[in-house]
């Protein structure tokens, strides 16, 4: 018979090979460009469906790189290839679903004016590119196309964000200096998202929403987000990522204060949902670690649907209702010891319910000497997660004299949906805990019980209300443990970390 400690061993072993199995990286490129981005986390990584993972990024001050990768295959080139030899400012990608060409967007200045315009491949991951142009007088451009290829832009002018077409441009919203901007469109149909956070007073922070049904033809009232966040922390710094699920949009934000960047919340937003907000993750890090520029602690989400094929449709059905979000987080215990900055790690969460719940955030990276910043993910999860990061080998933005310049991995990552923990078990396991349709203050003595199955030892507890907001973290050495002053009479969700597992259980507190 083995000793405890070999059998312990041989277990660490195989969780650290079927974590391997789940988690695969590749260098697709290299840059030299550390800041790749100012606002929130567009789109530089598409999943088509016909057949390909395509990837985009910034390389030095004005190079556009691309490459592509088969399903059934590797990388077609070591470093991509150039998308324009003429220096370019990259917006984002997306890709034509009719035939699987990837759009990118970019602006440059011509005659020392800005000018708007976008590249189309040739052929499906050929990598040769001709460029058009959209219009002069704009810049950070962002690419969006529907079901059937056809493409609408979205860019800044004059500090103000505008819809635009290479026949013209309409006005969305009042934006500032700061491009906090971001674009969405649905596959199925002609619907677009415009997302922007205010960067200038009066108003600073505040983040809105505005679509269009019909590309463009007529427009909803603006909504603005801010207003209806049910948390303190309501303001916006980067701006916010979306994704459609035919006609309704779920965007994912990063939010703090306004003050302080150093505790963030992520949350999920559909506003066909009651309610329409859902917490994701809150993060505080220290104030005494230094973050750098235009960040916060939990930073830059972007957000994922499953999707599968449809055996009676050439378009992708999405049927699971399962959706992803990976973010950029700093790490108090890993600083750079050339520019004292935290170094960052990319987080990941799962919800089976259209976002209604989430499950426990996982970090993806192993923390190490470089920082991992900038994940943007694929929006078609296919049962994995399909992930573009950055790992700066010194943290900061040398463009800003943060660090020597240095020469980054690119890397693509794939991550097995199932290895991210999930908020609402399919099955629930009775021998973890007790489910208690309703908890009576008389029974349960001001409070709620946990009884764990035999050989089963409760962790931590945690409750949260309907909006995924944790309102009491109580003592488990104590019982019954308590609901926490601000829990009112209503549905809650208890949320148990066991040594033989996580489970969610739906509670009702009647009074």
Excluded at 67 to 82: A, D, K, L, T, Y
Aim: hydrophobic residues 40%; aromatic residues 10%; charged residues 20%.
């Amino acid at each position: 018979m083995a000793h405890a400690p070999a059998r312990a061993g041989l277990a660490l072993l195989a969780l650290l090979a079927s974590t391997q199995a789940q988690i695969l990286a590749d260098t697709v490129g290299y840059t030299s460009r550390d800041r790749q981005m100012y606002g929130p986390a567009v789109r530089y990584i598409a999943s088509d469906t016909s057949g390909g993972i395509h990837a985009v990024w910034k390389d030095g001050l004005g190079l556009i790189r691309y490459n592509f990768r088969p399903r059934r295959g590797n990388w077609r080139w070591p470093n991509g290839v150039e998308v324009s030899s003429d220096a370019h400012n990259l917006g984002s990608m997306d890709v034509d679903v009719s035939n699987g060409r990837a759009i990118i967007s970019a602006d440059h200045v011509v005659r020392n004016a800005s000018v708007a315009v976008y590249f189309r491949d040739s052929g499906h991951g050929s990598g040769v590119f001709r460029e058009d142009t959209i219009g002069s007088g704009y810049r950070h451009c962002l690419v969006g196309a529907t079901n059937h290829g056809w493409t609408k832009f979205a860019a800044v002018m004059n500090d103000t964000f505008f819809y635009c077409t290479v026949l013209g441009g309409y006005p969305v919203g009042k934006v500032g200096p700061f491009p906090a901007v971001n674009l969405a469109v649905s596959k199925l149909i002609g619907r677009y998202g415009y997302i922007w956070a205010a960067t200038d007073d009066p108003g600073r922070g505040a983040l809105f929403l505005k679509q269009t049904p019909n590309n463009g033809a007529n427009w909803y009232a603006t909504v603005a987000l801010s207003d209806s966040v049910p948390s303190l922390l309501s303001r916006s710094m980067l701006g916010a990522c979306a994704t459609y699920d035919s006609i309704k949009i779920h965007l994912v934000a990063d939010l703090y204060d306004g003050q302080d960047p150093h505790r963030s919340q992520i949350w999920h937003y559909c506003p066909y949902d009651t309610p329409a907000w859902h917490l994701i993750h809150e993060y505080i890090c220290p104030e005494s670690v230094q973050l750098g520029d235009f960040a916060l602690a939990a930073a830059r989400p972007s957000i994922g649907m499953d999707r599968r094929p449809h055996e009676l449709h050439t378009v992708m059905d999405r049927r699971r209702h399962e959706f992803y979000t990976v973010w950029e987080q700093f790490d108090p215990a890993n600083i750079d010891p050339s520019t004292g900055l935290a170094r960052a790690d990319i987080w990941a969460a799962r919800s089976l319910d259209q976002g209604l719940t989430w499950g426990e955030p996982v970090r993806l990276t192993v923390p190490d000497n470089t920082s991992k910043r900038f994940p943007f993910l694929a929006e078609v999860v296919d049962d994995t997660l399909h992930v573009l990061y950055f790992a700066d080998k010194v943290a900061g933005f040398w463009e800003q004299g943060q660090g020597a310049q240095t020469t980054n991995a690119v890397v693509y990552m794939r991550v097995a949906a199932d290895f991210l923990p999930t908020a609402v078990q399919e099955r629930p396991d009775p021998g973890l805990a007790r489910e208690l349709a309703e908890v009576r203050p008389s029974v349960a003595r001001r409070g709620f019980e946990v009884r764990p199955g035999s050989g089963v030892r409760v962790l931590r507890v945690r409750v949260a209300d309907q909006s995924g907001r944790v309102v009491a973290e109580p003592a488990v050495s104590r019982s019954p443990l308590s609901w926490g002053k601000s829990a009112r009479p209503g549905v809650y969700f208890l949320r148990i970390a066991t040594d033989h597992g996580d489970q969610t259980i739906r509670v009702t507190k009647i009074r």
